[in-house]
């Protein structure tokens, strides 16, 4: 079945200890990125990543990283979490990039992040 | 910088209401815009979705959507609504530029649709 799957769904953690969130998609995308999702804000982008190795930062990419080793991979990493991260997390990822062909991105299922 | 808004935060109809969720973004290129659905504790699905041609497009569940470039909008609807159509409802836009290729959504319009 075609997904993309991020791991773990729930965490709760204490502020500044270093967390990873893993994404994995395996539908051979080339395009995968990041998303924070908070009451009246919407969706907004952390980073993004064109192919492997490339990434860059969307709109609030202040207290994360990523890395592209692997096409169906792109873990996001939380270096030193702070309580204003908590937040929903969406992972997702389209055949190509945006500028090239309209396509859609799929998401996962969600990772709900709390720092206290 | 590009953004997009949606006209409403909460919409409240009975069923058989028609619905109309307004999008505009701010972006002057070359757009392709989304509608994407949000069902109660999961995640997002692609309702529709315009690339070029037909500025009237139709998605899934029988939502629909106009591109009006001149009014940079893209506004869903759907002529009768269900109660299953309660979910949150949000507009994006694609943008890319020497800046970098991306994805930006508006915040959404949570819509509950009464029995």
């Known amino acids: 079945e075609a997904q993309v799957t991020q791991n773990p769904r729930y965490l709760i953690t204490v502020t500044g200890k270093k967390l990873t969130v893993t994404c994995s998609q395996n539908m051979n995308h080339e395009y995968m990125s990041w998303y924070r999702q908070d009451p009246g804000l919407g969706l907004r982008q952390i980073y993004y990543s064109m192919n492997v190795e490339v990434t860059d930062k969307g709109d609030v990419p202040e207290g994360y990283k990523v890395s592209r080793k692997e096409k169906r991979n792109f873990p996001l990493i939380l270096e030193s979490p702070s309580p204003n991260q908590t937040s929903l997390y969406f992972c997702a990822s389209s055949l190509r990039p945006p500028g090239q062909g309209g396509y859609e991105q799929y998401f996962g299922p969600g990772t709900r992040l709390t720092v206290t | 910088a590009q953004s997009v808004s949606q006209h409403n935060h909460h919409v409240i109809l009975s069923e058989a209401a028609s619905l109309e969720l307004g999008c505009n973004y701010s972006y002057g290129g070359t757009v392709n815009l989304f509608w994407y659905v949000q069902y109660p504790g999961q995640h997002l699905q692609l309702l529709l979705k315009?690339?070029?041609?037909?500025?009237l497009v139709k998605g899934i569940k029988g939502f629909e959507a106009e591109f009006i470039k001149s009014k940079f909008s893209f506004n869903l609807r759907k002529p009768s609504v269900q109660w299953s159509d309660t979910a949150e409802y949000f507009c994006?836009?694609?943008?890319?530029?020497?800046?970098?290729?991306?994805?930006?959504f508006g915040p959404g319009t949570r819509l509950s649709v009464l029995p």
């Open positions: 315009y690339f070029s041609g037909d500025p």
């Open positions: 994006a836009v694609t943008r890319w530029d020497n800046y970098g290729q991306n994805f930006v």
